[in-house]
């Protein structure tokens, strides 16, 4: 039953989708979020549908969309220089038969990506890309949450939909876009128009909100954690008065710690306390090897280059009481260890170049979403939505950007979207200030002539 509703499903909107192309887009949004192909027994697995839903996405693009006045932003060409580049070092990987593997799907990820922005022409249509991406993850978030609540989670213990340990599935990586999606969330309850936000558009999205924050509580993510500080942080821009939001916030915090569960809290400890952390300590003699590495290798191994590192390290941990303590170190030997950070991932992978593009194509978006913000911050009532709503991608971008230090998701999918949001919404206002700069010219009216 489960398979023959999600064939249904997608068959009406593939159905609509001729008459409407930008269905497409957003279909395949749902695809590559969900990915229901996981959930499915057989039906979903016998056919490419990832493919088929960018396939016709592009075609009824093509063949039906208005294409009037489009535009193609800096970001795009970058993004398509990194498709390039990683093509190439692909080609010359260090493991060629793995690295296919990766690029099966980053260069759909990043085609996508470029593609998308020359979809959202409308305010309707950058409203709806975000709002079904939101409601996609959200189909996980909540289930976590439920989960979270009932049974406290725990360290690689929650089970998100299906047992799967990848995508969004897994915990670090969920936990952090959780975060990252709040003020999207936020900027919803204030100038969505699909649904307009009355009591119980409020009430969902307040719920959501809340759902997202126990997610770093249920998969017991230290990442997750420092997300939700750099959030707090960012708010602050735009309260108005910041003394009662910090004394608020503060306080919710301490009235909430008595509620989490122990294994939470001993592993948020750890932060403290890495050396004593395996999985800490391996984080840091891989990101030292990967450095060593592009040191010898600078345009990068490769996708995948990781499982070629040998690293040695020592946990360090204290045993006895408070008046004796003893420091034990503890030699480990570990080998193809993942690089647990998208910068380092991208550095041992793509090599300087790679690198370079890739963190000119997060940083420029962080940049452009300031200027709209401050282009736009005492607009007319018609273009209040615009500051707001480039304050809350920037504001997601930073947050996904602090998560990306501590999990390997620098080419993750949804990411991707975010920033061909942020290129739709950048493109759209500059179309319409281009349109409400151009005046009928008129010949100047010169007096008559005075009779002498």
């Known amino acids: 039953m489960r398979d023959i509703g999600f064939i249904a499903f997608l068959a009406t909107i593939f159905l609509l989708g001729f008459r409407r192309p ?87 990820a990043l085609a996508f990506a470029i593609f998308l922005p020359l979809t959202l022409r409308t305010k309707l249509r950058i409203e709806g890309l975000l709002l079904f991406m939101l409601l996609s993850v959200a189909t996980i978030i909540i289930v976590g949450g439920v989960k979270t609540v009932l049974s406290g989670g725990g360290y690689g213990e929650l089970n998100l939909l299906v047992s799967n340990n990848s995508g969004l599935f897994e915990g670090s990586i969920i936990s952090a876009v959780s975060i990252c999606i709040i003020p999207l969330i936020l900027w919803f309850t204030r100038h969505g128009t699909i649904f307009p936000p009355d009591w119980r558009v409020k009430l969902f999205c ?23 500080g750099l959030l707090a942080v960012l708010m602050l821009r735009d309260v108005k008065r910041r003394m009662a939001y910090i004394a608020t916030a503060s306080l919710l915090a301490l009235v909430a710690i008595p509620f989490l569960p122990s294994s939470f809290t001993e592993r948020m400890g750890t932060i403290r306390t890495y050396k004593s952390d395996a999985s800490a300590s391996t984080r840091i003699e891989v990101w030292k090897w990967t450095w060593n590495y592009v040191k010898d290798n600078p345009m990068g191994g490769g996708f995948e280059a990781y499982r070629q590192n040998r690293i040695k390290y020592d946990t360090v941990d204290t045993v006895g009481d408070s008046n004796n303590l003893t420091i034990v170190r503890t030699p480990e030997i570990d080998k193809a260890r993942a690089y647990h950070s998208a910068y380092f991932e991208m550095l041992g992978e793509q090599g300087w170049p790679g690198f370079a593009l890739w963190l000119m194509i997060h940083l420029s978006g962080i940049v452009r979403m300031e200027v709209l913000r401050r282009r736009y911050m005492k607009a007319p009532p018609d273009k209040a939505w615009i500051a707001p709503l480039a304050t809350a991608l920037q504001h997601a971008h930073m947050i996904y950007l602090l998560g990306a230090t501590f999990v390997g998701i620098a080419l993750n999918p949804f990411v991707y979207m975010l920033v061909g949001a942020q290129i739709g ?24 002539a005075v009779a002498v």
Not at 206 to 220: D, E, K, N, R, S
């Open 425 to 448: 919404l950048d493109t759209y206002v500059g179309r319409k200030r281009a349109e409400e700069g151009l005046k009928p010219m008129q010949k100047k009216r010169t007096a008559p």
């Open 22 to 108: 930008f269905l497409f887009v957003l279909v395949y949004v749902y695809i590559d979020v969900v990915s229901p192909q996981r959930m499915s027994y057989f039906l979903l697995n016998a056919f490419p549908i990832s493919a088929m839903a960018v396939g016709f996405a592009v075609l009824t693009w093509l063949a039906f969309d208005d294409k009037k006045d489009m535009r193609v932003a800096p970001r795009q060409g970058l993004m398509l220089a990194l498709l390039a580049w990683c093509w190439w070092t692909t080609r010359n990987a260090d493991f060629p038969l793995e690295a296919l593997d990766k690029w099966d799907w980053v260069w759909k």
């Open 206 to 228: 307040y719920a959501l909100i809340f759902a997202c924050l126990l997610m770093p509580v249920g998969t017991q993510a230290r990442t997750g954690l420092l997300c939700v």
